[in-house]
């Protein structure tokens, strides 16, 4: 491992996310009892043109509409990604993952302190995490969020939910 680099996502980014996110979503959302399979999450649309150029779009629009994306490098390879949101009446720490081989080493920590330096420290910071990932769970309680309420729940595909939480963190 080289010295992680926390930067801006750039155009040139998104097949390294999107690979980062299919497989963070393969190591971590499988689950026996709500019946999510390694299948469910392969049958996302990972490699089509339309998450391609979704993915364009928002780094062309990184920073606009108070949404800020980061990337945590090690050398040219994407093995960290974050998004936060500063919304009307609360922030957002929308997403962090980490690859699975790259977890533990801080890289999330470096990722999650990056983007809330940005936030409005006058307004709540909000974060929804898969119920039963007890790892992020216990990584967003370290950085002094408390569970609060049932999430929305997210979409994998075929209609099946992930449920998920709710997370605080007062300003």
């Given at each position: 491992?080289?010295?992680?680099k926390?930067?801006?996502?750039?155009l040139?980014d998104?097949?390294?996310?999107?690979q980062?996110?299919?497989e963070?979503w393969?190591?971590t959302?499988?689950?026996?009892?709500?019946n999510?399979?390694?299948?469910?999450?392969?049958?996302?649309?990972?490699?089509?043109?339309?998450r391609?150029e979704?993915?364009?779009k928002?780094i062309a629009?990184?920073g606009?509409?108070?949404?800020?994306?980061?990337?945590?490098?090690?050398g040219?390879?994407?093995?960290?990604?974050?998004?936060?949101?500063k919304?009307?009446?609360?922030n957002?720490?929308k997403i962090i993952?980490v690859?699975?081989?790259?977890?533990?080493?801080g890289i999330?920590?470096?990722?999650?302190?990056?983007?809330?330096?940005?936030?409005d420290?006058s307004?709540?910071t909000?974060?929804e995490?898969?119920?039963y990932d007890?790892?992020?769970?216990?990584?967003?309680k370290?950085?002094g969020?408390?569970?609060?309420?049932k999430g929305?729940g997210?979409?994998?595909?075929?209609?099946k939910?992930m449920?998920?939480?709710r997370m605080n963190r007062?300003?």
């Open positions: 491992m080289t010295e992680i926390i930067l801006n996502i750039e040139g998104e097949s390294g996310i999107i980062l996110l299919k963070t393969l190591a959302y499988p689950n026996k009892e709500y999510i399979t390694r299948e469910d999450i392969l049958k996302k649309d990972w490699g089509s043109k339309e391609f979704k993915w364009k928002i629009e990184n606009k509409n108070g949404v800020f994306n980061f990337v945590a490098k090690d040219n390879k994407i093995v960290g990604f974050c998004q936060v949101v919304e009307k009446d609360y957002e720490l993952y690859l699975p081989e790259h977890q533990g080493k999330g920590k470096m990722l999650a302190n990056r983007a809330i330096s940005l936030l420290f307004k709540d909000i974060v995490v898969v119920k007890k790892g992020a769970i216990e990584f967003y370290k950085l969020f408390v569970k609060f309420e929305k997210h979409e994998v595909s075929n209609g939910i449920p998920t939480i007062n300003s």
